[in-house]
C-alpha cells in the first residue's frame, strides 16, 4: 500500500485560484502515471470511485483533463519530491469538492491502484 497525502485546500471565493499537492511514498513514483480525482458533497458513486479531475504520465510529458477543469486547472510533477500538483484557477462553486490523488493502473486511463487518502477540501463560494 502507498500512502497518499493531499493538501493545500481551503476555502476560496469564485474566480480564485489554488494549488493542491499530493505526496506519494514510493521510490518508483516516476514510473506511475498520477490522476487527481474529486468527490462533491451528495455525488458518491457506486464502488468508492471518484470523479476524474485530470491525469499526468510518469514524466510528466503528457497530461489530460476532464472537459469541466480543461482550460482552467493544470496538473504538474515533481518527480524528485514524489509529488504532484494541481493548480486550480478560476474556480465555480461546482468545483467545491473533496480532492483526491492515486496513482494510475495505466497512463491512458483513470482506473487507480491504491486505496484512497484523506482528501484535500476545496469550497469556493459564490
Known amino acids: 500500500q502507498v500512502s497518499l497525502v493531499e493538501s493545500g485546500g481551503g476555502l476560496v471565493q469564485a474566480g480564485g485560484s489554488l494549488r493542491l499537492s499530493c505526496a506519494a511514498s514510493t521510490r518508483a513514483f516516476s514510473s506511475y502515471a498520477m490522476g487527481w480525482f474529486r468527490q462533491a458533497p451528495g455525488k458518491e458513486r457506486p464502488g468508492n470511485e471518484r470523479e476524474f479531475v485530470a491525469r499526468i504520465s510518469g514524466s510528466g510529458g503528457i497530461t489530460y483533463y476532464a472537459d469541466s477543469v480543461k482550460t482552467r486547472f493544470t496538473i504538474s510533477r515533481d518527480n524528485a519530491k514524489n509529488t504532484i500538483y494541481l493548480q486550480m484557477n478560476s474556480l465555480k462553486p461546482e468545483d467545491t469538492a473533496v480532492y483526491y490523488c492515486?496513482?494510475?493502473?495505466?497512463?491512458?486511463?483513470?482506473?487507480?491502484?491504491?486505496?484512497w487518502g484523506q482528501g484535500t477540501q476545496v469550497t469556493v463560494s459564490s
Open positions: 492515486n496513482l494510475l493502473k495505466s497512463a491512458g486511463g483513470t482506473g487507480t491502484l491504491f486505496q
